[in-house]
């Protein structure tokens, strides 16, 4: 799935072209060649409940009734809790009302991509609350699931986090591989400079401090401080600040359990992949109404 130019309207109806096909995709997986249970519902309607079961961070609501009425053109959802919403336990997220055999095979599709936003948005709010009150900025990776990388992004944003890059065409970054080989850190960003756009940022990878004072003499926009333990960037932060005073600093290769630590020493952005890698679901169940006769 490609990204979108802007992305908190990503989900904002009309949903983009694109991702509706993925949902048909998603669907099709599901439901093979049919629903084999579904004769013995086609033509009921029913109603089913979204409840949570844990506290939370909801996200992907905004995914349901598009799906739903790929199964059913009338399919509605009513009641839904805004994604970025934190929600506790027991809570009705939302009410479905539709085909009832539509809402029975969407039922798995569906609540497996809410229960993944939702915990990667919950992990995200974890952690952007640890920062509260610093001024750093909590920021994703790359590190996503393929295929799901635009939506997984869009459930830091619920989750209070900030995006990074989506792909290699937003920024150039140059990684210790692209230094290897391209013999430096000065030829590395020299050749950068003559071939990108010239609006684009040039962020340089450091694994040690010759290295993050290299990359700004060279002319760098920002630098990513890899590996480095909160007290090595108390001490280097400063100096860098002096060589470039409008550098973009980030501290990456983080302890999650010492977030305020890494802020204190005075970067402005802490990235991680951990929302993405570490995140357990969040538990939501689909409970369906009783269907009179």
Not at 284 to 290: G, H, K, L, T, Y
């Amino acid at each position: 799935m490609g990204r979108p130019e802007v992305l908190m309207p990503l989900l904002c109806p009309p949903l983009q072209p694109e991702l509706l096909r993925q949902l048909e995709a998603w669907l099709a997986e599901d439901l093979g060649r049919g629903d084999l249970t579904s004769p013995a519902l086609i033509h009921r309607e029913g109603r089913a409940q979204w409840i949570s079961q844990q506290q939370g961070v909801f996200c992907g609501g905004d995914l349901v009734e598009p799906l739903f009425r790929l199964l059913d053109p009338q399919a509605r959802v009513e009641g839904r809790v805004a994604d970025g919403t934190e929600v506790r336990a027991g809570q009705r997220l939302l009410t479905l009302a539709g085909n009832a055999a539509a809402l029975v095979a969407g039922e798995r599709t569906a609540l497996n991509l809410a229960m993944r936003l939702s915990g990667v948005a919950t992990a995200t709010a974890a952690l952007v609350a640890e920062l509260a009150g610093t001024g750093v900025r909590l920021v994703d990776t790359r590190k996503t699931t393929p295929g799901l990388r635009v939506l997984e992004k869009y459930a830091v944003r619920c989750g209070g986090g900030t995006n990074h890059r989506f792909g290699l065409d937003d920024a150039a970054m140059l990684k210790e591989n692209h230094l290897a080989w391209a013999g430096g850190i000065g030829p590395a960003v020299k050749a950068v400079r003559a071939s990108a756009p010239w609006p684009a940022r040039l962020i340089v990878e450091a694994e040690t401090a010759e290295e993050a004072q290299q990359a700004l003499r060279a002319g760098a926009d920002g630098v990513l401080l890899d590996g480095f333990s909160p007290e090595e960037l108390e001490e280097l932060v400063p100096r860098l600040r002096h060589l470039a005073p409008g550098a973009v600093l980030e501290a990456s290769g983080v302890k999650p359990e010492a977030l305020r630590a890494y802020a204190a020493s005075g970067v402005d952005l802490i990235s991680t992949s951990a929302p993405m890698t570490r995140s357990s679901w969040l538990d939501i169940s689909m409970r369906f109404e009783a269907i009179v006769a």
